[in-house]
């Protein structure tokens, strides 16, 4: 029989526009489903957690991620989007053995149900070798998180077996179409690891999709669609300068190219024109907060878009330039968008425009909508997933609006318990089931066999690598 808990007395956030919030509410879970939420429920012998004096929501949206790049917390944190492109896209990538591989979509996943993220879409391109994508794989699964694990159909060097390095040779191989190889190889990894459980097998598109001929970007996404992914993610924009723009989307909408669930991040530079287009066909977009404003990447078109009547969620990117913490990145787009609306009107707002409760939907249902999901995940529904965090509050806030408190007054070390898909991945503050300091040794090791990989690279012949490109 299925394991049953019930959820009590917490401050209940269902974002389920139907039940709303619940001051002194319960949710029961049996299975890996919610399958009832209200007030004063009987425990009728199921396990009880006692969620007085915590905020109670569905599991936060990750909805743009390179796991991946946990193993490089910190590097990028100074790096402009060229420097990024050539450290992290030309030169670190080529620096991880299937073990590294392994730990750090592994560890990229634990940092995440840490901070309550219950879904990521893990746009991974990493794809070196077979072995570095078994690796991957097995990680992001391994860690218990839920989401889409999005194969990048995307060249990618190796630098490990120690070969010399020629520039030309890895400029060819990084903008070059997908070599054949990556088709078989995607479908393998989707039939060997993603048949059950909370996360699912999806394609990430190469980069240089946007900025190709219509139909040579539409023979990308057929590669991707022969693969029946659950959701296609890609970076996305348009090049927009004075008196120039350019953009695919309208060509590709045209043909039909847009087929399984589709989630576009970085649009920044997209006219409202394209992002209403993007609206109508049910493309989900996804901004990136910290790493948009930190390189300089252009708006933050989130909100602009919902307004529209798109979907959007927020993104972390990466985590070698921020910590995994979506109320981190939720508040910096809430203060970048009410900033906006001041300088837009050039006076002080009367009112403050844009609230802590409409960014809190774009970490759960709206969020959910981005990626196709809200049918399974994204609020407190009887009949979806059991994806829920316990959020501890103080004293102080207790008669705050709970969003605020989440925004501006909580970070990691507040998430008492998360639950995926009905297991209990942490509780009172701690993973569960996670050998600690074997992890540190490891993830010691992997640092700094990968950083002295790193160290030996050629640096200045493939500073330049991405010339005329990027
Ligand atoms: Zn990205």
């Known amino acids: 029989m299925d394991q049953e808990f019930l959820i009590k007395c917490g401050h209940v956030l269902t974002m389920d526009p139907h039940i709303g919030d619940l001051v002194a509410g319960d949710v029961r879970v049996r299975g890996d489903r919610i399958v009832e939420v209200g007030t004063a429920l009987a425990s009728r012998g199921a396990e009880v957690i006692d969620a007085t004096g915590m905020i109670v929501l569905p599991g936060l949206i990750d909805g743009h991620r390179h796991a991946w790049q946990s193993l490089l917390r910190g590097q990028a944190s100074d790096w402009s989007f060229p420097q990024y492109m050539v450290e ?8 991880f053995d299937p073990d590294d591989a392994y730990l750090a979509n592994y560890l990229g996943g634990l940092e995440s149900i840490t901070a ?18 078994d690796a991957l794989a097995r990680g992001l699964k391994d860690s218990g998180i839920g989401g889409v694990f999005c194969y990048a159909l995307q060249n990618v060097p190796y630098y490990v077996d120690g070969d010399s390095i ?22 393998r990894l989707r039939d060997t690891y993603f048949g059950s459980g909370p996360l699912s097998f999806g394609i990430a598109l190469p980069e240089s999709t946007p900025y190709m001929p219509a139909h040579l970007s539409a023979g990308i996404l057929a590669r991707g669609e022969a693969l029946s992914p659950k959701l296609v993610t890609g970076h996305w924009n348009a090049i927009s300068k004075p008196g120039f723009y350019q953009c695919t989307l309208a060509d590709l909408l045209d043909v039909g190219a847009f087929v399984s669930p589709t989630l576009l991040s970085h649009n920044n530079d997209l006219s ?5 287009r993007m609206a109508t066909a049910r493309l989900g977009l996804c901004t990136c907060p910290d790493t948009e404003c930190g390189m300089g990447l252009g708006s933050l078109i989130a ?3 919902v307004d529209m009547g798109g979907a959007a969620s927020l ?4 985590t070698s330039f921020a910590r995994a913490d979506m109320f981190k990145q939720a508040r910096l787009m809430l203060q970048v968008e009410r900033k906006r609306l001041a300088d837009e009107t050039g006076n002080m707002p009367s009112v403050i425009g844009y609230n802590t409760r409409a960014v809190l939907e774009l970490l759960t249902l709206t969020g959910a909508r981005s990626l196709g999901m809200d049918a399974e995940i994204g609020s407190l529904t009887p009949g979806k997933r059991a994806d829920l965090i316990l959020v501890k509050q103080d004293e102080l806030t207790r008669r705050a609006d709970p969003a605020a408190t989440l925004l501006f007054f909580s970070d990691a070390s507040d998430i008492d318990t998360v639950i995926i898909a009905g297991v209990i991945r942490k509780r009172d503050a701690d993973l569960i089931g996670i050998d600690v300091e074997g992890l540190r040794e490891r993830t010691t090791r992997a640092v700094a066999a990968v950083g002295e990989r790193y160290a030996r690279l050629p640096h200045k012949q493939l500073a330049d690598v991405w010339d005329g490109i990027f």
């Open 88 to 95: 992290a896209r030309a030169l670190y990538c080529g620096c």
């Open 166 to 187: 020629d520039r030309d040779t890895v400029r060819d191989l990084l903008t070059r179409a997908p070599d054949a190889w990556h088709d078989a190889n995607a479908a």
């Open 303 to 305: 909100r602009r878009f």
């Open 315 to 318: 993104g972390l990117d990466t």
């Open 272 to 276: 409202d024109i394209d992002l209403k």
């Open 116 to 133: 309550g993220i219950t879904t990521i879409v893990d746009h991974c391109h990493l794809q070196s070798t077979p072995d570095v994508s």
